[in-house]
């Protein structure tokens, strides 16, 4: 039997919540306020599991941020001095580890795009040359 492209082979499919899953959910949503009170009632008795586990539902997870870093740089000694200051700014601790590979790495991809613009202009002035 060929099977037709866009056309299911059993159209009737499997009836939505049959499975052990859906029957679980079932259950789960047909008690839902119970399970909930007694959460609350839990939590509040001092089962930090149950305080998780309704702050779990209704807070979203923290993201991971970086403070913002502020350290003097002397911009007058090219990408490398300035890299080399940052180097030592993480040697020191004045900044963190990840900050500092961070603005190595911006300050690499700075390096790049300086490297296309003074390529593009060294064409453009051979291109009026000729």
Not at 28 to 35: F, G, V
Not at 49 to 67: F, M, V
Request: some cysteine.
């Amino acid at each position: 039997m060929a099977f037709s492209k866009g056309k299911s082979g059993n159209p009737s499919g499997r009836p939505v919540g049959s499975g052990v899953s859906g029957q679980i959910r079932k259950a789960i949503t047909d008690r839902a306020p119970e399970i909930v009170n007694v959460l609350i009632t839990q939590a509040l008795a001092g089962d930090t599991q149950s305080g998780l586990a309704l702050l779990n539902k209704i807070t979203p997870n923290l993201k991971a941020s970086n403070e913002p870093v502020q350290f003097h740089i002397d911009t007058t000694k090219g990408l490398s001095g300035t890299g080399e200051q940052i180097l030592q700014s993480i040697a020191c601790g004045d900044i963190a580890l990840d900050s500092g590979t961070q603005m190595l790495s911006s300050l690499a991809a700075l390096a790049k795009m300086k490297e296309v613009d003074e390529l593009t202009k060294r064409i453009e002035l051979l291109e009026k040359k000729s």
